[in-house]
């Protein structure tokens, strides 16, 4: 419960970034990319903060990586990322679906696999099911997970607020209300 009220909350952050908009109200497309455990830090008092925009890059900006540098942690990076190809919210997107597996399952998702290895994965699309690493999990929770962690980002939520609406309604429908 708690894991999911704290994606939830990154979720409801991530959102809050994707939707900034510049002083005429032109949306800015935000993307992180590079939305991992260790950019979520939850304070004292319980609020959750989503940091370290600083491989951050807006859709509109004229700055581009260069060919051959991969920008982000490898574990939990989109696939159209990894290719080099331009990333939207659902590069987030699919990262958060990556901590939701690992929360789901209590492991790493690519644990044992080096880089190279994690990039073939992720590339051929072989994301194994939560269900296959631990069988108790719900059925609701995989189909949310597998979702935001699907190889084609246009069958991923559309949105931050998407994911976690079903998560709040996963959280409601259950005992995994936590606040």
């Known amino acids: 419960g708690m894991s999911l009220r704290t994606l939830s909350d990154v979720l409801q952050g991530l959102h809050y970034a994707h939707e900034l908009a510049d002083f005429d109200g032109s949306p800015l497309g935000v993307v992180h990319r590079d939305v991992t455990p260790h950019n979520v830090f939850v304070t004292y008092d319980g609020q959750v903060k989503v940091v370290d925009f600083g491989i951050a890059k807006a859709m509109n900006s004229s700055h581009e990586t260069r060919t051959g540098m991969l920008k982000g942690k490898v574990g939990y990076m989109a696939p159209e990322q990894a290719r080099g190809e331009r990333v939207d919210r659902r590069a987030d997107i699919f990262s ?84």
């Open 96 to 179: 958060v679906g990556v901590m939701l597996w690992e929360a789901a399952v209590g492991k790493r998702l690519w644990k044992g696999l080096n880089e190279v290895q994690i990039l073939h994965q992720l590339l051929a699309g072989e994301i194994p099911s939560p269900r296959s690493m631990r069988p108790d999990i719900s059925s609701q929770l995989e189909a949310i997970i597998m979702k935001a962690v699907a190889s084609d980002r246009e069958r991923r939520h559309a949105t931050a607020l998407e994911l976690q609406g079903e998560l709040e309604d996963l959280m409601d429908s259950g005992n995994e209300r936590a606040t």
